[in-house]
């Protein structure tokens, strides 16, 4: 196959033959002698026809066999060639630098010493990102750059505008062996500005091995000379026109060269670009379609009945746009500058179509005599259809216009067709069900979704049958008089306006603003007006915002601000806005806000250096509910005091509702009074009162908070009560509080804390501390009830080592009689990773005595092994009986050597009851290339059995070069020795 290839590598064939094999032969693995031969000859070649991007594609034919020592011995002349063109020279050394060899170093030391050769930058630049790539494909070629020596003047000049360079980032993980490159490469030419070569090439490094998943190259080859003059130029100065076409690009994915079919798409853009730059023309019409193959595939395999089961899709893919432009009086040559010279007026229509089919199917003895099988057609396509329109004349400043030429701007249909055949002797039947009635199509009513404030609806129709299954999607006008849309701005004699509408449309869309322009000295007003039709509604209104500078301000900016909105509706709807802020002095804001819709709103303001103060006053249906306020903040930064007033009035029927509070905080003596209270015009609602009094230090003192509420009813009053007392070794805290509610006994809780944190045994303990608590509540709740509770925890640290230990106990008693007590002992040795636990509560009639035991084993760095054991036992004091409520053990180990690589398995035994037995085991492993997950319990409880199993097996590696991908889920449930196992497996 790699003779048959070079044969059309020669520099006679057709320019697309000739690229098309070179590619070809890039992907292949190993060169054979016939094709080393005739690429060398396409290297050598002196012919004219033999181009640049040739000669590169020449060197890309040998990237994946580029030890050749014919073809390097070749490559290392053109690289050292300083009459060539400098892309060829750069593509030429990075041929060499997949596999480099001494001569190539030394050429390439020799070419570095022109510190103004834009390849030698390129080289400079390229050494650099090799040897700072983290990319283990990059491993080989880093290891050879070590030998190459670069000027630091290159290094300088890397970073210039116009030079051509080559970048590279990479990230990899070892631990999770992952990582991902990226790099790109530019080439410019000493004679042009432009780039002349650029490429990107994404690579990522999974399972030891990279994947080149996308490379795209794309190269400008200067065209014959285009035979056009522009007006008075002589045809001594045609110029060249330099185009990209399909036969300068390539794709690469997964490193093998794919040819997209752009060659007829290229020509269409050209012939396109010199129609518009050939005269006086007054159109431009483009047309393009570009089919497109997507998938042509046919799979046949063998089956146990000797018939070949057959497997085929075919896939089509048609993309076809249309333009017409039409500039009116004016060359589409002068497009760009007629913009600046008005009258003019341009429209563009642009009609776009997609369209993909695609049909397939599976069958038993494809090919053959007989056949029988499932088929399927699909076909999915999508039309829009607009204009666009820009005009502008002495009176219009700007015209902008979308216009809609069809009633149908854009619909998407898809339809689907499955059926099942049988073929003998070449006929094709489509197989019905026995008793099968006549087909007959089901088609659902059109639903359309209509929005009038852009005149437009969405419309969709789906009809079905048996076997087939359409469906329609449209945006459609929803009057198809409306032409489009139009915005207009229209230079007036006080300002501008801007009108917008839907011209042609039977229903009204239309939004003015009028924008006029006042000054005077020292002030600037803004004044715009606004006007909306929408249908029958009508509706006018005016913003006038007004900005004054007073003459002693040393400040540019306006200081005093105010907004006026008026708004009427054809239905008598009036709104009106007032919003003025004034600066009086220099720390001084004052704010008014009115607002009137059917009733009114007001509000003043006034913020001073430390004083707020704010008024407000709000009707609703001005006969029925009036709303006025005020509030009042000081702060003198010693005492922060405000006051707020609020009244409500309601006149039908008559009454008035008022509500006050006020607070103030006094900082130096550290009290806080708040008060508040609401009254009506025949009575007091209520009355609230909070004062509190905090101590300067708070861990060492008496702070105190009471509050008094008066419903008219009832007085409910209340109060807390904390002195604090530390010192460098005990610690107290009594808290009292009472609560006291109307006509009803009081409620009190106390709460006595201490902490002696005295050391009693210093030769034993680095620390000791004694905990005790004593609280009590008392009160009437159905009855009279009282309740003690006393806690004591003792806890201690050994001397000199991580041990600790607590020791803790509680009793509960409830109207002097004992209800609860309980106790526990903790000790942890974390040197040698035990921690016991034992402890009891009791009560009256039954005792629970538990137990835990846990030891932690370090085997090596980040593996631990966890070993627990735990009981817990009831006894019947009146009956001394005693029952085992639960007992067991779990085993777990951990190992973990990052976070995404680890490993976890626990085996559990508990008897619960001292009949029921439950064993589990459990996995969780987790690699970067393999994850399981693994659990299985079993049950009993006498003779009947519960177990379950589950199972997830999910691993990628690499076995002798190829990739392998497992996927297994495995379930089982079985309930009883009798009972059949229920199962669910699963495995690609």
Known sequence: MVN???????????????????????????????????????????????????????????????????????????????????????HAYLSLSKCLDNLDIQAIHDTMKDTKSSVGVFIASHVGSIRGSWSPSKLQLNTSMDNIQVSVNLKTLDKSLQSSYFVEYSAFNSNENYGVSGEATIIYTSEKMKPEFFSINATIDLYGRSFNLLEIGLSRRHMMPNQMQQGEMPSSLWFGNDVLGAKD????????????????????????????????????????????????????????????????????????????????????????????????????NIETDYEVEAKGGISLGGNTPIAIGTRFNANMNNRVEFGVEVGSNA?????????FPSNVIESTGINANLFHYHEAQGVSIRLKKKGQAVETKKKFNPTCVKCQ????????????????????????????????????????????????????????????????IGNAEKSENIDIGYEVKFGKLVEQGRVVVGMKTPTTSPSFLPSDYSVTLDRKTNSNFAKSLKFEIKQPKENDIELKIDVSRLGSFATNCTFEARHIH???DMSFLPDQLQVNGMCDVRDDEKEIIDKCKLAITHKRPDYKINMETSSILNVPKRTLEFDASSSSEKRSIFTFNLSSKFADDIMNGRNTVSMRLDNGEGIYTGSINQTNKMTPEIA????????????????????????????KEPSLYDTQ?????????KGVILAPIEIDVTKEVDYRKVKGKFDYGWTGSSNISMNKKPILWSGTTVNLRTEEGILTAIGYSKDARFQHDFMSHVLFRQKDVGTQIQNTTFSLKKTDIIEKKVQ???????????????????????????????????DWEQLILLHSNEFKLFQEMKEFIGKKTHYTKFMLDISAKVIEEKQKLKFEILTKQQLSPTCPASNFNFTL
């Open 4 to 90: 048959a290839i070079s044969a059309y590598a020669k520099v006679d064939s057709m320019d697309e033959i000739l690229i098309a094999s070179l590619h070809a032969l890039g992907n292949l693995d190993s060169l054979t002698s016939t094709a080393v031969e005739a690429i060398d000859a396409i290297l050598m070649s002196t012919t004219e026809k033999v181009l640049n991007w040739t000669v590169i594609t020449a060197f890309e034919a040998m990237r994946r066999d580029s030890c050749q020592a014919t073809l390097k011995k070749t490559v290392r002349n053109i690289f050292a060639d300083t009459k060539r063109n400098d892309q060829v020279r750069i």
């Open 249 to 348: 690009t390539y794709y690469r994915i997964f490193g093998t060269t794919i040819g997209l079919g752009l060659e007829s798409l290229k020509d269409t853009v050209q012939t396109s670009i010199m129609q518009i730059m050939s005269g006086e023309n007054h159109s431009w019409n483009f047309n393009a379609i570009e089919p497109m193959t997507l998938a042509d595939e046919e799979l046949t395999f063998p089956s146990l009945m000797g018939l070949p089961y057959t497997y085929d899709l075919h896939a089509v893919e048609f993309d076809t746009v249309k333009l017409l432009l039409l500039s009116g009086k004016t060359p589409i040559n002068e497009i760009f500058e007629s913009f600046f010279k008005p009258p003019f007026n341009y429209k563009l």
């Open 395 to 403: 009176t219009v400043l700007a015209d902008f216009r979308i216009n």
């Open 453 to 516: 404030l852009t005149g437009l609806q969405k419309c969709s129709l789906v009809v079905s049958e048996q076997h087939l299954w359409e469906s329609k999607c449209t945006l459609e006008k929803i009057d198809p008089k409306m032409e489009g849309y139009e915005l207009q701005i229209i230079n007036t004699a006080t300002g501008y306006e801007m009108v917008a509408t839907t011209p042609g449309s039977d229903f009204r869309r239309e939004f003015k603003l009028n924008y006029i």
């Open 614 to 616: 704010v008024d407000f």
């Open 732 to 759: 107290t805290s009594v808290l009292e509080a009472e609560f006291v509610p109307s006509k009803s006994p009081a409620f009190t809780y106390t709460s006595s804390m201490t902490c002696d944190g005295k050391l």
């Open 769 to 777: 501390a004694l905990l005790s608590v004593q609280s009590k509540f």
């Open 884 to 918: 085992n409520i639960a007992e067991g053990s779990v085993n777990k180990s951990l190992v973990c050597r990052s976070l995404l690589d680890f490993e976890i398995f626990e085996f559990g035994h508990m008897e619960i009851l001292d009949r029921n037995v439950v």
